[in-house]
């Protein structure tokens, strides 16, 4: 395979497609204004300088390579979707890395009879606060 030529900012056009370094996915110039390039990928729009958008994009998308990167882009969001998280899951896995690696697990792995006489006392108000 040849090794693509390297692109110029001269040699970028409105309406060219481009393939980005990591091979995943291709941008769309939708307008070039002075040094600014306005473009578009499946995460959306953005701007940049033109020498910005050449060192992620550094060669013309040939249409194998644009298949290639969709194909690519598909068997991700695939994997993702089938395995993703929800908000819930996460909040789970936040709390339970807080509470089994800190201080309250310090505390029951000492024990509760040491919580009991030395922190706070065996009783309150005559009410028993910790027991097993």
Known sequence: MAKPTQLMPKDLVVGGSY???NGIFV???DAIEGDTVGYHDQYG???CSKEAFLKACPSLASP???AA???HLTRIEQVTSQDALTVRDEANS???YAFRNGFLEDLHAIGISWVQ???IGPRIGGRIICSR
């Open 64 to 66: 194998e390579a644009a």
């Open 117 to 119: 006489t030395e922190l």
């Open 69 to 71: 990167a969709n194909q």
């Open 27 to 29: 941008r769309h110039i």
């Open 94 to 96: 936040l709390t339970v």
């Open 45 to 47: 729009q953005g701007r």
């Open 19 to 21: 393939l980005h370094t």
